[in-house]
């Protein structure tokens, strides 16, 4: 009887703090998750044309992001003027999932935006990333009202084919773009051929074809662009003995 009553109790004091523990969002990049806790950059009222940053992530300011916090955010600001972070991957805003708009400013880090799983995303504005090799919103087909991919100048891929054309697209001052896959919608191909953005004598495809890879695991390899119909460019973390690519069909290409 006082056995079962003791178990009881203790069961009842561990459920408790279980129950008030708020899930915490773990960072794989550990500089995004201090400009979180450090700069204001949400806008809890955002009117449509400008921002009017108002807010941290951290709203409680317990220098923990918690999960509550991440999906209380719809309107997100990611600027870097002052070369102050050294963020390198955004793949932690798939904590977000309630994130209508991202804007992306002067992250100098920053290789490779891809692989965003954020379904409510409607609007995207990425610019001035220097160091930006790979865009691809193609699984993002809920970007239907701003996406405005500008200042860039050394894109190696652009992979623009989610389905979709927003009702704002801008590629004003990207240049040298090496490789785009888009929709076959006209607004999409006018905006490219009025901007001038590719690398000259180069035009957008319509057809992503993937490259798929096959190696050790602690190779670490780096291939871009990916899709690819010209060139690839191949970085490993281990030296490269043999390299053999195969068209879709399996013929050997080299």
């Known amino acids: 009887m006082n056995t079962k009553s003791t178990f009881y109790c203790l069961f009842l004091v561990l459920s408790t703090a279980t129950i008030g523990r708020s899930q915490i969002v773990n960072f794989q990049d550990a500089e995004l998750k201090r400009y979180f806790i450090e700069q204001v950059c949400i806008d809890t009222a955002y009117n449509g044309v400008s921002f009017s940053n108002d807010l941290r992530v951290d709203t409680n300011g317990d ?24 963020i390198q991957s955004l793949a932690d805003l798939n904590a977000f999932p309630n994130l209508k708009y991202l804007k992306v400013i002067s992250l ?3 290789t490779s935006i891809s692989q965003l799983q954020l379904d409510s995303l409607h609007s995207l504005w990425i610019s001035d990333g ?25 894109l190696d891929t652009l992979n623009i084919q989610n389905g979709t054309v927003s009702q704002l697209f801008s590629l004003f001052y990207s240049f040298n773009i090496k490789y785009a896959c888009i929709d076959s919608i006209a607004a999409e191909l006018d905006q490219f051929q009025a901007t001038g953005a590719m690398l000259p004598g180069i035009a957008p495809s319509f057809d992503c074809g993937l490259v ?3 190696y050790a695991p602690n190779a670490h390899i780096q291939i871009y662009p990916n899709p690819a119909s010209h060139w690839i460019h191949l970085q490993a973390a281990v030296p490269i003995k043999e390299i053999i690519i195969h068209d879709q069909l399996g013929k050997l290409i080299f």
């Open 212 to 214: 798929s890879t096959h």
């Open 63 to 86: 220098q923990i992001i918690q999960q509550e916090e991440a999906e209380n955010i719809h309107y997100l600001q990611l600027n870097d003027l002052s070369n102050s972070y050294h």
């Open 108 to 110: 100098d880090e920053l």
């Open 130 to 154: 220097v160091a930006l090799r790979v865009i691809d919103i193609s699984n993002l087909p809920g970007i239907t009202e701003i996406l405005r991919i500008e200042g860039l100048t050394k």
